[in-house]
């Protein structure tokens, strides 16, 4: 078969998507950056190779596949998209792979292999960005330090070309969303950070959220064919737009108790046109990969929601429920928001990594979605692995004992030896005991600086508090019983407070001020998971 009669695939890879979404620290531009990326492959890409007379196959994470008859076909398409790209989203940039391919099925996986380590010796290779700094005399622009074009009268100041584009599309960002996932007509998709939840007198917190499944990659890799591929891409952006929509029905359901100031809730914030703010805003939505930001005092129970759905959706629409991993940063407001991002990110790639680890040299179920988080107060920028190893989290008595027990099982049981890392008793029982002793909250906070000390001292600690206070440490308790109340899990009595070296109960004090009550929620559903019971 000659060449002319070849078909050929192109892999197409958008590069810096990252910084490109989440480095500035206008919500606004975070939005447009999304919008611009789904619509290069996804609209751009597929509008072109129709225009050219080839077939776009599907896209998803950042990448496209497209079919052509001829690689002068596949270079043409590329070109327009590019020049597309440089017009209409300056700084966002492309690569791709070319592979000829004889249209069997036999010879499909081998030519995607070809076509990946292709594109990854294209990305290697290629040439950085040239870039013009300006002169002496010229603005730069506050969000990327390039040269600026344009002055904002809205927000007074000088923005380039990427943050132009960003802007603009920040506003048609919101329109797609309400198109995908409305909004009741007395809410609204803020984009503004400030907007998504405040209490008068108290710190602003953020909830960044990053979601992404697990063991995706082999699942993909398992395509023996481009209609199954195309197949399966499909499904998983079905599946993720559908955990979405669950989880923001889920706030949406719950928001009369999420406002409920009596109850511990918060109010909802007002736009310009005194239009109340919804308190999340989807970020980056499609297929396995989401992230969204919210008011901290909901993030990790939307995590959990989130966790669930997937699960849930992916059971209706793959071969078999997948599972994925949540990792939360909880920050404030105004702290840099791509470091939050990478935070985010990171603590959902070691948890993920956790997993595999105990699958590998315990044997554990490898069927397990968990979730981690990590609370800064301050202006701290220190990595994650720079904060786990540092005195923060060990105590100070013994290095090995660890003054958290994250991540958290969400669905799937933990090893019967650390039924406290199950997320329903963490959240149902441990947390939610803790949230209902508010007048006794500041012997809770003092027990906090005692765990720092380790496991001796908050033995003595513990005993002492079982004298004078006739500390339970039952599950369930009537709350007309008096004394102090820390739950442990059955059949795991945990008299020093660090069972294998580790406390749940620092974990639990740390949010028990910083999550809503269970009683915010009219559809309190969350102790038992998709699979898998309470330990």
């Known amino acids: ?167 603009d599309y920040g506003k048609k960002a919101a ?98 046109k005194k239009k109340t703010c919804f308190p999340v805003r989807p970020i980056v939505y499609g297929g396995d990969d989401i992230t969204l930001v919210c008011d901290a005092r909901i993030a990790l129970d939307l995590a959990d929601e989130l966790l669930r759905a997937w699960h849930r959706h992916t059971g209706d629409l793959l071969s078999k429920p997948a599972h994925a991993c949540a990792g939360v940063a909880l920050v404030r407001v105004h702290y840099p928001f791509y470091r939050a991002y990478q935070l985010a990110e990171n603590l959902c790639k070691e ?35 720079r904060r786990r190893d540092s005195d923060l989290y060990r105590a100070a008595s013994d290095q090995k004992e660890q003054l958290h027990a994250r991540p958290y099982y969400v669905i799937g049981n933990p090893p019967a030896t650390v039924p406290y890392r199950y997320w329903g008793w963490f959240r149902n029982k441990l947390v939610h005991a803790l949230q209902e002793q508010e007048e006794t909250h500041t012997r809770f906070k003092e027990l906090a600086g005692v765990l720092h000390q380790g496991a001796s001292v908050t033995r003595v600690h513990l005993d002492r508090w079982r004298d004078r206070f006739g500390l339970s440490r039952a599950e369930e308790r009537d709350s007309k019983v008096g004394g102090l109340w820390l739950p442990e899990p059955k059949n795991l009595p945990i008299s020093d407070g660090f069972p294998h070296n580790e406390t749940p109960y620092l974990d639990a004090i740390e949010l028990m001020d910083r999550m809503l009550p269970l009683r915010c929620y009219s559809t309190n559903d969350k102790a038992e998971s998709a699979a898998g019971e309470s330990p």
């Open 1 to 167: 078969m000659g060449t002319a009669s070849m078909s050929y695939l192109s892999l197409y890879d958008l590069t810096g998507i990252q910084p490109y979404i989440f480095g500035s620290n206008i919500l606004q531009e975070n939005l447009g950056g999304s919008y611009l990326v789904k619509q290069a492959l996804d609209e751009w890409l597929k509008g072109i190779a129709g225009k050219i007379g080839t077939e776009w196959q599907w896209s998803g994470g950042g990448n496209a596949m497209v079919m052509t008859n001829g690689l002068d076909q596949a270079k043409q398409v590329a070109t327009e998209l590019s020049r597309r790209l440089h017009q209409t989203a300056p700084g966002l940039y492309v690569a791709c792979a070319h592979q000829e391919w004889n249209g069997s099925d036999a010879d499909f996986k081998e030519q995607r292999k070809a076509l990946h380590r292709q594109l990854r010796a294209n990305k290697a290779g290629r040439w950085p960005p040239a870039a013009f700094d300006g002169v002496g005399f010229t603005a730069a622009c506050v969000s990327t330090g390039e040269p600026a074009i344009k002055w904002d009268e809205r927000d007074e100041k000088w923005v380039g070309p990427a943050a132009k584009a960003r802007l």
């Open 175 to 272: 329109e797609d969303l309400q198109e995908i996932y409305p909004l009741p007509h007395d809410l609204v998709w803020t984009n503004q950070f400030d907007q998504l939840g405040r209490s008068r007198g108290e710190q602003s917190m953020l909830g960044v959220i990053h979601f992404d499944g697990n063991s995706m990659g082999e699942r993909f890799e398992g395509a023996c064919s481009l209609p199954k591929l195309c197949e399966l891409s499909n499904q998983v952006n079905k599946a993720g737009k559908r955990t979405l929509e669950t989880a923001l029905a889920w706030v949406a359901t719950n928001l009369a108790g999420i406002t409920d100031v009596n109850k511990g809730g918060f109010e909802l914030s007002l736009d310009k």
């Open 351 to 385: 948890t993920k990594q956790y997993l595999r680890d105990r699958h590998k040299k315990h044997g554990e179920s490898a069927e397990i979605s968990a979730m981690d988080w990590e609370f800064i107060a301050g202006a701290g920028l220190a990595t994650l692995k």
